[in-house]
């Protein structure tokens, strides 16, 4: 079985900024990546009609790391469980967990990514397409190449590296379209 993943928004960081926002579907899973800032919360909700979906049928939502420009929209989600990097929350709960190879679904595990910040993580979905990565590691396909925030430049090259050896047929990042990763991505 593989899931299938829907870009709601596409993000873009320049004068304004917008965080590309990911749905996912896989069996009773239906998650939600990076609900952060958009230009208007429509375009995170009126997207997910088609798919037959409304906010209480989102099941997880997966921060890739908590700045606002990734998870000011959280909260849309009411039915949610929120995963970062460290954990699991729901209402009043908080379970530790680690979140390297936590299995959401059957086709939907989170990978710790540390680069655009310590605490990094990318969503690995398995398609009908390959394997699809859903990651902060780059901000477009265009670059920067040398992400300005990035506490640690050596962290970065080290995460960019291994989610390119795990060989995608897609990057979704963190602001803008999905690529098809080639030998010019940067590293």
Known sequence: MTASFHVLTTGYADTRVAGTVTLLVDGETVAIVDPGMVADRRLILDPLAPHGLTPVDVTDVIFSHHHPDH??????????????????????????????????????????????????????????????????????????????FAPDREQLRAAREKVLALGPALIVPGHGAPFVPSSSTPL
Do not use: C, K, Q
Not at 112 to 136: F, I, K, N, R, Y
């Open 71 to 148: 998870t000011l929209n959280a909260a849309l989600f009411p039915e949610a469980r929120f995963h970062d990097h460290m954990a699991i929350y729901r209402d009043d709960i908080w379970e530790d967990r680690e979140a390297d190879g936590y299995r959401l679904s059957p086709s939907i595990t989170l990978m710790t990514t540390p680069g655009h910040t310590a605490e990094d993580v990318s969503t690995l979905v398995t398609t009908d397409e390959g394997l699809v990565v859903l990651t902060h590691l780059w901000w477009t396909a265009e670059g920067p190449a040398d992400d300005p």
